[in-house]
């Protein structure tokens, strides 16, 4: 079983908006935070945004899409969603998801396979 599943990535012009989700397996348990991450060409994995999966809602973005991007999150349903509006031409990237999770032997987190997003100027 994929342990996350990623879908709504695409081309789309500059200014417009694109939602992506990201469906955890059920076999993951104890998840902490569900995120994602992209990685453009010749540059290392960034942060782009996490959301905590409990009681407490906390999120964190990094600074070049706040105001642009929202994530939410479905807890019944395992899923975490990213809307992306005003996107910019630099926004264009591997977006992958990821979760972390807990057990009585430590933490861990998977990844999704990615899905790609462009953004033509």
């Known amino acids: 079983q994929v342990p996350l599943v990623e879908s709504g990535g695409g081309l789309v012009q500059a200014g417009g908006s694109l939602r992506l989700s990201c469906t955890a397996s059920?076999?993951?348990?104890?998840?902490?935070?569900m995120g994602w991450y992209r990685q453009a060409p010749g540059k290392p994995r960034e942060m782009v945004t996490t959301i905590t999966t409990g009681d407490i809602l906390i999120t964190n973005y990094a600074d070049s899409v706040k105001g642009r991007f929202t994530i939410s999150r479905d807890n019944a349903k395992n899923t975490v969603y990213l809307q992306m509006n005003s996107l910019k031409p630099e926004d264009t990237a591997v977006y992958f998801c990821?979760?972390?999770?807990?057990?009585?032997?430590?933490?861990?987190?998977?990844w999704g396979q990615g899905t790609q997003v462009t953004v033509s100027s």
């Open positions: 990821n979760t972390k999770y807990s057990t009585i032997y430590g933490t861990g987190n998977y």
């Open positions: 059920g076999s993951i348990h104890n998840i902490n935070t």
